[in-house]
Nanobody
Framework: QVHTVESGGGVVQPGGSLRLSCAASGGRFSANAMGWYRQAPGNERELVAHITIGSSTNYADSVKGRFTISRDNAKSTVYLQMNSLRPEDTARYYC?????????WGRGTQVTVSS
């Protein structure tokens, strides 16, 4: 299983953009499907975006057209480009790696959208 570390969170105004990164190590990154999840206080963790080993993607309805997930296997990194951010996007964002050996989670990065 790979070990993942998220980065790129911060405070941004509504309508702004952020790019999150999830760097993986300790395994074969290309053999992992990768997902971005988020959890706001009092809410359950929810899937935001997912990218398969073959780079097929799917998104939560709430972020379609605003967020883009991508992966760079050479850098063992998955990205989440977030545009047109809204206050309701405020949450801690987590990266998850899935392979035949199981799943692993990072510790997350906080995104706060506020004026």
């Amino acid at each position: 299983q790979v070990h993942t570390v998220e980065s790129g969170g911060g405070v941004v105004q509504p309508g702004g953009s952020l790019r999150l990164s999830c760097a993986a190590s300790g395994g074969r990154f290309s053999a992992n499907a990768m997902g971005w999840y988020r959890q706001a206080p009092g809410n359950e963790r929810e899937l935001v975006a997912h990218i398969t080993i073959g780079s097929s993607t799917n998104y939560a309805d709430s972020v379609k057209g605003r967020f883009t997930i991508s992966r760079d296997n050479a850098k063992s990194t998955v990205y989440l480009q977030m545009n047109s951010l809204r206050p309701e996007d405020t949450a801690r964002y987590y990266c998850r790696a899935d392979s035949s050996r199981g799943a692993s989670w990072g510790r997350g990065t906080q995104v706060t959208v506020s004026s």
